[in-house]
């Protein structure tokens, strides 16, 4: 067998020969010399360690105190919302009441002759008051926050408009509002009441 052959076992690993030469190689006492890191450089990495430890913990807290800020946040966005709108949409359930007050009224004066000349002065002056009785409730609507919807010849919109019926018609284009049997109402942009429509179809 060759001193090659006798330097390596059959697996092909270096004998232990070679192994005592790579970590012994002063050759003192075949003590093996694996090397130490220095007791400085120990304590050292210990202490970076903990640090490390010390300011995931620290990043840890932080984001859950920034967390628990944002939610306390979101949470008083929330209520002071929610108490805007209770105050702006309290009169809600009132206002709905008060439509078929403005229902009547406008059924009545539809139910008027359109020429009036030849009416005898009384009933004119009937007419009027109503008409101007018509007008305030309109205007006390509107400074309250009530707007009227009536979109008669505009694009038919089912966000607030509600479909009754088609209408054959040529004076309209398909697809707007040729009939308004009743009008909508928003209040503070908040739909009341859909306006009741027909739409318009090819004739």
């Known amino acids: ?116 000349d030849n009416l005898d002065p009384a009933i004119k002056s009937v007419i009027e008051g109503i008409e101007a009785t018509e007008r305030e409730l309109l205007a006390i609507f509107e400074r309250n926050g009530i707007k009227k919807i009536d979109p008669l010849g505009e694009p038919f919109n089912p966000e607030y408009h509600q479909a009754v019926m088609e209408v054959p018609t040529s004076e309209h284009p398909p697809g707007t509002v040729a009939l308004v049997m009743m009008p909508g109402y928003l209040l503070k942009e908040r739909l009341l009441r859909p306006a009741m429509v027909g739409v318009a179809k090819a004739g």
């Not at 001193?3 to 012994?24: C, I, V, Y």
């Not at 007791?39 to 490390?52: D, L, T, Y």
């Not at 995931?56 to 967390?67: F, I, K, M, S, T």
């Open 1 to 116: 067998m060759s001193q090659d052959d006798k330097d390596w076992s059959k697996d092909g690993t270096p004998l232990e020969a070679d192994f005592r030469r790579e970590f012994d190689p002063d050759g003192d006492d075949g003590t093996l010399d694996i090397p130490h890191a220095p007791p400085g450089e120990r304590g050292q990495s210990a202490e970076q360690q903990r640090i490390a430890e010390l300011e995931a913990q620290v990043g840890e807290q932080r984001d859950q105190a920034l967390r628990a800020l944002a939610e306390a946040e979101n949470v008083r966005k929330r209520m002071q919302r929610e108490m805007e709108d209770s105050v702006k949409f309290a009169a809600t359930k009132f206002a709905r009441d008060v439509l078929s007050v403005a229902d009547n009224l406008g059924r009545a004066l539809q139910a008027l002759p359109a020429e009036r």
